[in-house]
């Protein structure tokens, strides 16, 4: 990279105009048809003149005093600010604390997050400074809930806003931002910051092919801090009557943090601030505490691959490496045990509390800064499903009393081979076969037996009928390749859990048979998968039929007894196999 300029970041922050330029060299100089992008980068070292302990007067900042909230507010972007501090009651006692701990509950933002705090004044902070303009357009790369803020500002407003964003966040803030009226950009989430694909990289791009746009760049705006440290921060000190002993908080663009740190820091001399950071992501200090073979984490709003220019780490005094597991387990149990409707990073956030807290004696304050609400995370760590697939729950850790036939395996099914269909077959066929032999799905396969994907019946009428095929296309145009398979070692409270979402299920298993007997060769063996398709039908007849769980043992004693003695006869017959000629 080379820096056009400036080479670091100004504070107090301001566009100039032009905007200074930062070229990023996408091939070596010597290389002709050097291609260049114009971007300015969101980890350029910070300049900020702020010191503990200095001089209000000395700030190069402006600074908005709070004041009282009208009974009827002119706007909804009036109701952004003066969140609840909330005493816990259950958890701290779950774990031990002797501390008091509060959390300050950001979800009852107008837009449902902190981030509305930082939305609201970096807008008006550009208004006020003539940056922006009723009609230009807003574009902003965010994990969502700051462009949700910003969409939030902008529907009022009166902006055009366009917001980009990674894939993996949820499909709830997709759709919050449409209902809003933004415009969504999704660029990978593997991306590095610093490359044209990033979300950084296309919001810098889509800003210079626009007229009148504007980023107002969340990792570089001084009116983050800002935001926090004229108001978060002193609605705290205010709750708390300027007694605060612990601030817990997590780092995504370290606005929040930075803030609300330095404000405290300034009255409250002996406050602790704990930074909680994912891991995967490099913002914590020392360094060593970074080091992992991790590079992406399910939690939303926190953690980079960069040091954003607004973070000050030099105001944090301690770092928590947090992960996935424990955020989204204590996210659940916020939920259940103190009836705060939160999301994943609050999670992560008083999972790290509950455990830096310990420190703390009787009499002594924790605050807990939980940023956003539950409903980012509708389709994600409230759903059982999703828990489950991303290996946060077992099926057993949600059966409060499990039925009989739970823990038996699916050996006791008497299943039978399903119908198979070779990839070549052309659609109208297979639809003739499947409405012939009255079956919904088939799976398909290659020559050697394996298994390439499904096809259902209803997929292969509606595509057609769709003209995204033709009826003489083979079926594996509108093949399935996902979809969830089972061993008959699994038992069936783990089938019973795919059945609950999922149309079928494929049972799988390997097993070693004798080639002479199988292809009338002398080979040794081969291994082979053979497999069986159950769906909620033939899973609920089976149920149904064994309602009298003293019966089921005996049938299954049966069943074991003739796999023993198949097992037995194939061990025969293995054995004359080796004293065959192999010609």
């Known amino acids: 990279f080379v820096s056009v300029s400036p080479p670091v970041e100004l504070c107090p922050w301001s566009p100039p ?14 290389q002709p048809n050097v291609e260049e992008r114009q971007w300015i980068r969101p980890d350029l070292p910070s300049r900020c003149t702020w010191k503990l302990g200095g001089s209000s007067a000395e700030s190069p900042h402006s600074h908005l005093a709070r004041t009282k909230t009208p009974s009827i507010l002119p706007n909804v972007l009036a109701r952004i600010g003066d969140t609840p501090l ?19 509950c950001e979800f009852f933002n107008a837009g449902g997050s902190v981030k509305d705090r930082i939305s609201l004044r970096m807008v008006e902070d550009a208004e006020r400074d003539g940056l922006i303009q009723p009609g230009d357009t807003i574009i902003e790369p965010t994990s969502g809930n700051t462009g949700i803020g910003l969409a939030l500002a902008s529907a009022v407003k009166g902006y055009r806003c366009i917001i980009v964003m990674p894939e993996k966040m949820s499909m709830e803030k997709v759709d919050v931002l449409r ?5 969504i950009v999704r660029t990978p989430t593997s991306a590095r910051f610093d490359s044209p694909e990033s979300h950084v990289g296309v919001a810098w791009q889509l800003k210079n092919e626009i007229p009148n746009a504007h980023i107002l760049d969340q990792y570089r705006n ?24 612990m601030l817990v908080a997590g780092a995504g663009t370290g606005g929040t943090i930075t803030g609300i740190a330095r404000k405290l820091k300034e009255r409250c001399p002996n406050i602790k601030i704990v930074g909680v950071d994912p891991e995967g992501s490099v913002l914590a200090e020392p360094e060593e505490l970074n080091k992992t073979d991790k590079t992406q984490y399910e939690v939303e709003g926190i953690g980079y691959d960069f040091i954003p220019t607004v973070l000050d780490r030099s105001v944090v005094d301690m770092w928590y490496k947090s992960n996935d597991e424990e955020s989204f387990a204590m996210s659940r149990m916020l939920i259940r045990e103190e009836g705060l409707l939160c999301g994943g990073s609050s999670g992560t956030a008083m999972a790290a509390a509950v455990k830096v807290a310990m420190e703390l004696k009787e009499g002594q304050r924790c605050v807990v800064i939980l940023p956003d609400s539950i409903r980012n ?89 769709a003209g995204k095929v033709k009826a003489s296309d083979p079926v594996s145009k509108v093949l399935y390749k996902q979809f969830k398979q089972v061993r008959l070692t ?22 070693i048979q004798c080639e002479f007997i199988l292809l009338f060769t002398c080979l040794p063996f081969i291994c082979h998968h ?32 003739f796999i023993a003695t198949s097992a037995f006869f194939c061990t025969i017959e293995t054995d004359l196999c080796k004293n065959i000629p192999r010609n």
């Open 17 to 30: 105009s032009p905007t200074p330029r930062v070229r990023c060299l996408l091939f070596a100089p010597t």
């Open 86 to 104: 909330i005493h816990m009651n259950k958890i701290p006692k779950m774990f031990g604390l002797k501390c008091e701990l509060l959390a300050k």
């Open 179 to 183: 209902a809003l009226g933004a415009e």
């Open 222 to 245: 001084p009116s983050n801090p800002l935001a926090h440290y004229d108001t978060t921060a002193e609605e705290i000190l205010e709750q708390c009557d300027g007694k605060v002993d």
């Open 377 to 465: 995370y509708m389709s994600k760590f409230l759903s059982d499903k999703w828990m489950c697939d991303k290996g946060f729950l077992t099926p057993e850790d949600l059966m409060q009393s499990k039925p009989w036939w739970w823990n038996v395996t699916l050996q006791g099914l008497n299943l039978s081979a399903p119908l198979t269909v070779l990839p070549s077959v052309n659609i109208k066929k297979t639809i003739n076969i499947l409405k012939e032999k009255a079956f919904d799905q088939a799976p398909v396969v290659d020559e050697s037996g394996m298994i390439l994907g499904m096809v259902t019946l209803g997929n292969m009428l509606s595509s057609v009928l």
């Open 490 to 511: 699994d038992n069936l409270g783990k089938l019973s859990r795919i059945l609950e979402t999922d149309h079928f299920a494929l049972v799988v298993h390997e097993q």
């Open 530 to 561: 053979s497999f069986f398709l159950v769906s909620p039908t033939s899973f609920s007849l089976f149920v149904s039929f064994f309602p009298d769980s003293s019966f089921f043992p005996h049938l299954l004693h049966l069943f074991f007894a």
